[in-house]
Nanobody, 118 residues
């Protein structure tokens, strides 16, 4: 079993910052990439940021220049530092972890709500 537990969501004013965390536990001996998606009401889920096991990062267009993804390998935790937040960043943010079983399997967290008010 694999569990991903997210925290750090909440309500913030536009221009503010939040830091999301996602801790992986369970059968994660072959943990590979981790990352974040988000989904706003009525919208498709979109990729926000990802980080490989080696620390290489990738960002969606909406996150570039404002969000920073990082991970603590020892804690099996990925973070998303979000600065200069905008109302359009309002969404449920989901973390994921890619774990190598016989094939690469993607596991998802339960989601955390981020609301940015203007």
């Amino acid at each position: 079993q694999v569990q991903l537990v997210e925290s750090g969501g909440g309500l913030v004013l536009a221009g503010g910052s939040l830091r999301l965390s996602c801790a992986a536990s369970g059968s994660i001996s072959s943990l590979n990439a981790m990352g974040w998606y988000r989904q706003a009401p009525g919208m498709q889920r979109e990729s926000v940021a990802a980080i490989t096991g080696g620390g290489r990062t990738n960002y969606g267009d909406s996150a570039k220049g404002r969000f920073t993804i990082s991970r603590d390998t020892a804690k099996n935790t990925v973070y998303l530092q979000m600065n200069s937040l905008r109302p359009e960043d309002t969404a449920v943010y989901y973390c994921y972890a890619d774990i190598l079983k016989s094939v690469l399997v993607r596991y998802w967290g339960q989601g955390t709500q981020v609301t940015v008010s203007s």
